[in-house]
């Protein structure tokens, strides 16, 4: 695959395994960061795999550092929107920030990377571009209406996107990962992991290169068929 790939959120947890799946499958990767140099640092010295500062949710950066890639790498024919955080709270104790930001960075971030590499995947009639949902948009989940709301969104984003690029040879889906081993999931206290480990046919949580062996899948030249899809990666714990 001589492809150009950038991975929002590359550097660490589901992001580095997607990164690492796609250099393997032989794209050249470009892995994007929010504000953790020192893992950015080890992971490109590691990986060989050149990070770039921004933030997905502001639509500016998005703009300069996609075109900075262009500039240094070449054009992006792959975009996994990775990046995406938490902050988690019932409505009650929810506030707008908390609301404001999640939908900003995980919701935000697809339209505005989307914005960025789709233009030219179209003039150039080839391109991927993968959304990372959740369970959690699938489903809901106590404690995370901006999430889930955030979430849900991206599986409408990625219908609507598919629609647009279907013609171009651009195909947009989205996969939705259940539980994942990685650190978003270290910061669920222990009590509560063990509840919806409970809940999960296969018995265990899953993990970060699973996901990304699907991401693998959706990237590659022979997914040509595949858009507009949902793939739910979740050890059987939400099927519909
Ligand atoms: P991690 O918290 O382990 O890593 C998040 C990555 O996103 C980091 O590289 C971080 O950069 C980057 N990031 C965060 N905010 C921004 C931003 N504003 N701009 C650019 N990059 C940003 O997350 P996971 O690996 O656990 O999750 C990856 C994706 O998978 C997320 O979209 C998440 O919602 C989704 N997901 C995860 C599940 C799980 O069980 N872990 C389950 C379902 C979905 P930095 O290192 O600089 O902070």
Redesign the pocket.
């Known amino acids: 695959m001589a492809r150009i790939a950038i991975v929002?959120?590359?550097?660490?947890?589901?992001?580095?395994?997607i990164s690492l799946a796609l250099k393997e499958a032989g794209a050249t990767v470009v892995?994007?960061?929010?504000?953790?140099?020192e893992?950015?640092r080890e992971f490109s010295d590691r990986t060989g795999i050149k990070a770039y500062?921004?933030?997905?949710?502001?639509y500016d950066a998005c703009q300069e550092g996609v075109a900075k890639v262009q500039e240094e790498v070449g054009p992006v024919d792959i975009l996994v929107?990775?990046?995406?955080?938490?902050r988690d709270g019932t409505i009650l104790k929810m506030t707008h920030d908390m609301w404001d930001e999640v939908i900003?960075?995980?919701l935000g971030?697809c339209f505005n990377m989307a914005k960025a590499v789709f233009p030219g995947m179209r003039e150039r009639k080839w391109g991927r571009i993968v959304n990372?949902?959740?369970?959690?948009?699938q489903g809901g989940q106590y404690g995370q209406v901006n999430?889930a709301a955030a979430?849900s969104g991206i599986h409408g984003f990625t219908k609507a996107l598919a629609q647009e690029g279907a013609k171009a040879g651009v195909t947009v889906n989205a996969l939705?990962?259940?539980?994942?081993?990685?650190?978003?999931?270290a910061?669920v206290p222990a009590d509560v992991l063990e509840k919806i480990v409970a809940k999960v046919p296969v018995g265990r949580?899953?993990s970060?290169q699973e996901?990304a062996r699907g991401v693998a899948f959706l990237c590659a030249e022979e997914a040509g068929f595949v858009t507009g899809s949902t793939l739910s990666m979740?050890g059987g714990q939400h099927m519909y």
Do not use: F
């Open positions: 929002t959120g590359g550097t660490r947890g589901i992001g580095e395994a892995a994007n960061y929010a504000g953790n140099d893992r950015a500062r921004w933030d997905v949710g502001d929107n990775n990046a995406g955080i938490t900003r960075v995980n971030g990372i949902g959740s369970i959690n948009g999430y979430k939705a990962p259940g539980y994942i081993d990685t650190d978003m999931v910061a949580l899953g970060a996901i979740n």
